[in-house]
């Protein structure tokens, strides 16, 4: 079974704290993505990468950064955390590009910030 | 963006009912569609994914379908239990591998 853990279930963080989410995978997934869902929102992408120390934005990049410098970690950063930032925050990995190249989620992350 | 969009937002049934959610989609750059279930305080986990117009696919009680020419899937739950009750996502996917993700089908089964 894949399994793709994140470190905490739940975090509440203070305004203009720097905040780190991690990801690990087991499975020796190339891709990794992170993911926020708001109430009444589809799944977000934030950023995702596609090998070791390689980044690429998603749709909402903005206040957040990630590094990944080993193919089974993947974490999120918010430089300066802001309430607008509270959400239900998910990472996922997948093999390389197929028909079937489903992704794996983690149990999320629920963030809040004061 | 693609904009996916996901019908009925919340359903609510009795122990088993039939049900079936949509999920729209726009066609062009179509590469598959994915179904997930998602439930409370679970990772969301994949149910079928399904890339040919006309393919149907079926796991139990549940199944779906594709339509790719008009961009839209159905999912069918047959017999509905409780232990269905979750959000039922779609998300297509295109062909640079990215997911969009719809809002979801919030699916409510009382005993």
């Known amino acids: 079974d894949v399994k793709v853990t994140q470190s905490s279930r739940y975090l509440v963080k203070r305004t203009g704290e720097k905040v780190f989410l991690e990801c690990v995978q087991d499975m020796d997934h190339e891709n990794m993505f992170w993911y926020r869902q708001d109430p009444g929102l589809g799944l977000r992408l934030i950023y995702f990468s596609y090998d070791v120390k390689m980044k690429e934005k998603g749709d909402i990049p903005e206040g957040y950064s990630v590094s990944r410098e080993k193919k089974e970690r993947f974490s999120l950063i918010l430089e300066s955390a802001s309430t607008n930032q509270t959400s239900m925050y998910l990472c996922a990995s997948s093999a390389p590009r197929g028909p079937y190249n489903e992704q794996f989620f983690g149990p999320g992350t629920r963030l809040t910030v004061l | ?111």
């Not at chain 2, 693609?2 to 959610?21: A, C, I, K, R």
């Not at chain 2, 779906?64 to 999912?75: C, D, I, Q, R, V």
């Not at chain 2, 062909?95 to 089964?109: A, I, M, P, R, W």
Request: charged share 20%.
């Open chain 2, 1 to 111: 963006i693609l904009n996916v969009e996901q019908s009925p937002q919340s359903l609510h049934v009795q122990e088993g009912d039939s049900t079936n959610f949509t999920c729209s989609f726009p066609s062009s750059n179509f590469y598959a569609l994915h179904w997930y279930r998602w439930e409370t305080a679970k990772s969301p986990e994949a149910l079928f994914v399904m890339t040919l117009n006309g393919d149907e696919k079926k796991k139990g009680r549940i199944s779906a379908t594709l339509n790719t020419k008009e961009g839209y899937s159905y999912l069918y739950i047959k017999g509905s239990q409780p232990e269905d009750s979750a959000t039922y996502l779609c998300a297509p996917q295109d062909n640079f591998n990215k997911f969009y993700f719809g809002s979801g089908t919030k699916l409510n089964v009382k005993p």
